[in-house]
T-cell receptor, first 114, second 113 residues
Framework: IAGITQAPTSQILAAGRRMTLRCTQDMRHNAMYWYRQDLGLGLRLIHYSNTAGTTGKGEVPDGYSVSRANTDDFPLTLASAVPSQTSVYFC?????????????FGPGTRLTVL | GESVGLHLPTLSVQEGDNSIINCAYSNSASDYFIWYKQESGKGPQFIIDIRSNMDKRQGQRVTVLLNKTVKHLSLQIAATQPGDSAVYFCAENQPDSWGKLQFGAGTQVVVTP
């Protein structure tokens, strides 16, 4: 693994189903983030984690949950998907221990909820 | 709330010309700014960043200018190439936000031959 990876690449999901998007980084970054990207709205923060064992809500957290059991992994779960969650999801990580710094992004997961 | 925004949603540039992408921010306390490039179907890619104690920073073919007086950020791309066609985002960080970035909506740059 080099950098940050996401899985799956894309997914079509029936409304009401549960779905977990996976994110793994090998840079030993303390902070990780989940964004959704919708046309014309840019990147909106869903949840973040400053360190393993802690998480926080971003701008659009409703309908999503995250966990940070270790440094490398930061899965995003949709407990009961709805069509408005159709979007492209990006995971990112950064070394923010000394302040704000560059976030490295994964390739994204394109999710369609029908 | 305060937010980052972009002046132009689409910028058309002739190959070889210089490009200037503008960004306005409204939070005077923001201490870190960053530009990303996103090509179609890919994740955002870091271009250059600047901290609030600087007003200019140069990279390879790119320069970021920060004007704190008017809260304006710009990205200059020299000798624009077809590979520069992408959406460009600016983002800001506020001192108490633990590294969380707030992104603008983006500017589409189209390079024409």
């Amino acid at each position: 693994i080099a950098g940050i990876t996401q899985a799956p690449t894309s997914q079509i999901l029936a409304a009401g189903r549960r779905m977990t998007l996976r994110c793994t980084q090998d840079m030993r970054h303390n902070a990780m983030y989940w964004y959704r990207q919708d046309l014309g709205l840019g990147l909106r923060l869903i949840h973040y984690s400053n360190t393993a064992g802690t998480t926080g809500k971003g701008e659009v957290p409703d309908g999503y949950s995250v966990s940070r059991a270790n440094t490398d992994d930061f899965p995003l779960t949709l407990a009961s998907a709805v069509p408005s969650q159709t979007s492209v999801y990006f995971c990112a990580s950064s070394d923010s221990r000394s302040g704000a710094s560059e976030q490295f992004f994964g390739p994204g997961t394109r999710l369609t909820v029908l | 709330g305060e937010s980052v925004g972009l002046h132009l949603p689409t910028l058309s540039v002739q190959e070889g010309d210089n490009s200037i992408i503008n960004c306005a921010y409204s939070n005077s306390a923001s201490d870190y700014f960053i530009w990303y490039k996103q090509e179609s179907g890919k994740g955002p890619q870091f271009i250059i960043d600047i901290r609030s104690n600087m007003d200019k920073r140069q990279g390879q073919r790119v320069t970021v200018l920060l004007n704190k007086t008017v809260k304006h950020l710009s990205l200059q791309i020299a000798a624009t190439q077809p590979g520069d066609s992408a959406v460009y985002f600016c983002a800001e960080n506020q001192p108490d936000s633990w590294g969380k970035l707030q992104f603008g909506a983006g500017t589409q740059v189209v390079v024409t031959p």
